[in-house]
């Protein structure tokens, strides 16, 4: 059974940086597509950012390009997701998806079947 258990989140002024972590098990990752998505007080869920373990193909939302940058361990088993520049609108709880292929649309939640419980971030002006 797949688990993914994120790591990383806390509070943080504006303007600064963290890395979250997703830890993955159960499963063989070097063909999964591993995602990022994050959901703020009163909205949806929204897509941050995915890889494709096999190629390292790398997808950002646009809200973030430039300033989050996702990364996996060659062991395949963690992947990261480095946040600079901060800022409020970045407060939400996020969470680590998988899909179990290389493919799917990396924005769409529902094409994610694994998830992890999620990690709050709170960015302080």
């Known amino acids: 059974q797949v688990q993914l258990i994120e790591s990383g989140g806390g509070l943080v002024q504006a303007g600064g940086s963290l890395r979250l972590s997703c830890t993955a098990s159960?499963?063989?990752?070097?063909?999964?597509?591993m995602g990022w998505f994050r959901q703020a007080p009163g909205k949806e869920r929204e897509f941050v950012a995915a890889?494709?373990?096999?190629?390292?193909?790398?997808y950002y939302a646009d809200s973030v390009k430039g300033r989050f940058f996702i990364s996996g361990d060659n062991a395949e088993t963690t992947v990261y997701l480095q946040m600079n520049s901060l800022n409020t609108e970045d407060t939400a709880v996020y969470y680590c998806?998988?899909?179990?292929?290389?493919?799917?649309?990396?924005?769409?939640?529902?094409?994610?079947?694994?998830w992890g419980h999620g990690t709050q971030v709170t960015v302080s002006s």
């Open positions: 890889i494709r373990r096999n190629r390292g193909t790398t």
């Open positions: 159960g499963g063989t990752f070097s063909y999964y597509t």
């Open positions: 998806a998988a899909i179990p292929a290389a493919w799917g649309t990396v924005n769409d939640d529902r094409q994610y079947p694994h």
